[in-house]
């Protein structure tokens, strides 16, 4: 006979509904994750080889990594850039052991056979960098994504990395923590400390933790799985529903507007940012970036759109363009503030210029108010 605790009622319907949901999701996650990182470190494999044994390398030479994304990139591998190919070809020289790891039995089924006939033996002809890590393989590979392992193979000293990879693992950070965190010298710190214990206590306690339901929001995963940013950038519900209707204000404005992109997707230095919405301006003849905040304004937000608009000034512009603007759009609740990035404008006409033809500061902050309140 049934007890009250073992019966169903709506409660606990909702609650195995959410916990089925999200266990397996976060399983999906990192089954995404392990498939990328195994696809990376194959694809570094077979680069070592082909520049050790490569019948006909010596025709490519130093171009080789450029050649190769441009004809991987023309057979449907849209987005492995020559980068991309290096970082790759790093990851397996200084994580060799990690096929050994794959070639147990309870990975065969991520790597069709035919690529199982032939990297075995090849994993051993190239010679690795004496780099391995105390760390057990399986571990490393269960429980870091690859862009985890992007910012440890930029490390180049043993130990140092391997007390990141510890530290990681141990308190699941997220790749910003990890970044962070490298950036705020803790390997450092923890050296010249001499309470190493509470230096740790305090670094994992204030640590971001890592979200599997977020992994697939990773760069290289949408590299992997052929995704658009727009399929899979938005942070909220909300946010999307805004800037759909932002950029159907914007281009219903009729202040010369041209849609180009949605969550553009740029590189800066080693890491990735995207842009919510891409304009050209037929009349300004430049390009205009919008970003839209779900938080009151920041001096970090604002510093982000100056980035981005004076990498498109670098990257983008091209003979006739005028320099890139950016308009900040930041929202709490129902007050909206609209900040103009003039990113290395120092003539004042042509600044009057852009704010005659730019939609006007009250414009925009009305639109997003009433926005938000509708949604």
Known sequence: MKTIEDKWNFEKLVVSIRQAHEDLAAQAGRAVNLSVTLRNW???????????????????GIRLLENLSSRLNEGGMVGVAARSLRQYRQFYLIYPGIWRTASAKSWQS??????????SAKSETTTPIPSQSTIAFPKLIQRLS???FAELI?????TKRTFYEIECIRGNWSVRELKRQIGSLYYERSGLSRNKTKLSELAQRAAEKDDPKLAIRDPYVFEFLGLRAKEVMSE???EDQLIDKLEEFLLELGHGFCFEARQKRILIGDEHFFVDLVFYHRILK????VELKLEKFSHENIG??????????????IEGDNPPVGIMLCTDKNHALVEYALAGMDNGL??????????????????IEEQVREI
Request: glycine content about 4%.
């Open 146 to 148: 690859f862009s985890h």
């Open 42 to 60: 194959l694809i570094g494999c077979y680069i070592a080889e082909y520049e050790q044994n490569g019948a006909d390398r010596a025709e490519y």
């Open 154 to 158: 930029g490390i180049s000293d043993v």
């Open 286 to 289: 430049c390009h205009v970036l």
């Open 236 to 238: 909220s519900h909300l």
């Open 350 to 367: 042509f600044v009057s210029k852009y704010q005659l033809e730019l939609p006007k500061e009250e414009e925009m902050k009305r639109f």
């Open 110 to 119: 991520l790597v069709p056979a035919s690529i199982w006939q032939t990297v």
């Open 304 to 317: 982000q759109l100056n980035t981005y608009v004076s990498w498109y000034r670098q990257n983008m512009m």
